[in-house]
T-cell receptor, first 114, second 115 residues
């Protein structure tokens, strides 16, 4: 299994509070991703990173920010959590050493905003 | 923009039988990759099979195989000799071979395996 951890694994927070989710990898992969998973929507990309300090928006980036100061860590921040951000969040990594670049996923974080 | 469509929200199959999950995609690219991921109740995403668009031969992995129809932009997953452990959500995913390394996922198909 790829070495990807997410913390926390579960979190309940109140509307309006800031929340930071952490993704940590030990694979030295260049690319890191944050997705959210909601029933009927599959996985939707929030932000991704293609190197240290290099990030770009995905399809559902509003209300989220990210940072990557080290290869191994990719942080997702909800500046002011809303109930619509209740979801399961997945981190993923990939590399470009070969032509077929599958993604490896973390275990997920279940976030509930009350 | 590329899109991935899974039109079957839920499927059922009898144990030991064969089932096919559908996936279609839309792209103007000629070179790309396609994937099927399995998500069991544990929530862990597991790669099932992958296909490179430049390869005409359909990928196979043990009981799992794909029917890749590039002209029709179709990428279906066939599971043979279905087992109870195959019960899960299955996601189809697309990634272009150039430019960004973004992956696009379908909405998923929930597969139930009946004993």
């Amino acid at each position: 299994d790829a070495g990807i951890t997410q913390s926390p694994r579960h979190k309940v927070t109140e509307t309006g509070t800031p929340v930071t989710l952490r993704c940590h990898q030990t694979e030295n992969h260049r690319y890191m991703y944050w997705y959210r998973q909601d029933p009927g929507h599959g996985l939707r990309l929030i932000h991704y990173s293609y190197g240290v300090k290099d990030t770009d928006k995905g399809e559902v980036s509003d209300g989220y920010s990210v940072s990557r100061s080290k290869t191994e860590d990719f942080l997702l921040t909800l500046e002011s959590a809303t109930s619509s951000q209740t979801s399961v969040y997945f981190c993923a990594i990939s590399e470009s050493r070969d032509r077929v670049n599958e993604q490896y996923f973390g275990p997920g974080t279940r976030l509930t905003v009350t | 923009a590329q899109t991935v469509t899974q039109s079957q929200p839920e499927m059922s199959v009898q144990e030991a039988e064969t089932v096919t999950l559908s996936c279609t995609y839309d792209t103007s690219e000629s070179d790309y990759y396609l994937f099927w991921y399995k998500q069991p109740p544990s929530r862990q995403m597991i790669l099932v099979i992958r296909q490179e668009a430049y390869k005409q031969q359909n990928a196979t992995e043990n009981r799992f195989s794909v029917n890749f129809q590039k002209a029709a932009k179709s990428f279906s997953l066939k599971i043979s000799d279905s087992q109870l452990g195959d019960a899960a959500m299955y996601f189809c995913a697309y990634r272009t071979a150039s430019g960004t390394y973004k992956y696009i996922f379908g909405t998923g198909t929930r597969l139930k395996v009946l004993a």
